[in-house]
């Protein structure tokens, strides 16, 4: 919501912020499934892993934007439009801070698992 105001208030147009922040939720989507394959590395290293579905969601996931933001009577529906400069950037630093908020969670969730309380 912030980046959405943010980019209201830069001059962007509600649908020009609607498309950053869709992109922005279905991309983190994507990190937060990557996150949770192995808590024991960061989510872009679990790329590497093997996995018979992964390939096949990334394609959807790839397929849905491409639909989204590529057919215009699509994007009319949904009512988007395709951001600027400043939406693209605004778009990846809110999937950089998805990101770092996930890999946080992460190292801060295998430390209070190895150094559980007891009370």
Known sequence: MLGQA????????????????FC???????LLILANRDPSRPALLSLGLPNAWLG????????????VLGLPWLRQIMRLELP???GLA??????????LWLELARVIG?????????H
């Open 56 to 67: 096949r969601l990334i394609l959807a996931l790839g397929l849905l934007l491409a639909g």
């Open 6 to 21: 943010w980019l209201r208030a830069q001059g962007g147009s509600a649908a020009q912020a609607r498309t950053v922040v």
């Open 90 to 99: 605004a778009g990846a630093v809110l999937l950089a801070l998805c990101g």
């Open 84 to 86: 600027g400069s400043a």
């Open 110 to 118: 295998r430390r209070v698992r190895a150094h559980p309380r007891t």
């Open 24 to 30: 922005s939720l279905m991309l983190g989507v994507m």
